[in-house]
């Protein structure tokens, strides 16, 4: 099924040619300077279900003050001015809950950038060099936060439960190698597919009330210990 997965992943990023998105997504954003631009969401973390899947693409750009999301297109942009470049990535406070939760879609951005545009080589590589686990006590506190008031305040699962399935077992691999990055044990991407496909169904319902709690509770244990550290 993982490669099954990787397999999709590859069928979509073939499907659109990158000069075609660069098109569509420079047109719809003709009064700023793209700086760079790449896949994130479940292209990024290997769990793209065709034809319920968004496409997302993260966007960055000069001459724009603050982060947007907005579709456009067969595309989902999530926009980011310069100055909210690292703010995402350091997990500012001025940040939103949402937009705290996926500095790690950049692990693989060889595989999935989009465009560059060399005059801003500088700002690709503070990005694409920031190491993650600099912020990973507050990027967990945000995930938690984000993810525990949508648990207690509804008793259905979510389909975007399947992140706190994936965050598990990055912190599964974190444990042992001190690197948090968007491989996880075989394990946890089974429980995460099967749940991001059937989360309306027994087997999602299943996956929810016996492990999204427990899930959630590790990963507040793991973001105290490294906020106290």
Known sequence: MIKDMRQKRDVVL???SKEYIYNVVSNALRTYKIMFMYFGGSLAYDCYEDG???IDINVFVDGFNGYIHTSCGDFDLFIYGRDFMMKRQYVDESM???NKIFID???NIDSLLIYMNKEYVKDYEQFVNY???????KYLEA???YFMFLYVDTEEPLKRFYHIIRIRGQLEDYKKTGKFCTEIPDSFKEEMITFKWNYDGAIGKKIYREN???YLEYIRKVKEELNHV
């Open 105 to 107: 879609d950049m692990c």
């Open 52 to 54: 319920k899947s968004d």
């Open 143 to 145: 995930v938690y936060e």
């Open 96 to 98: 939103c809950g949402y």
């Open 14 to 16: 073939g499907r659109f």
């Open 212 to 214: 999204i709690g427990t």
């Open 131 to 137: 190491d993650i686990t600099k912020s990973l006590g």
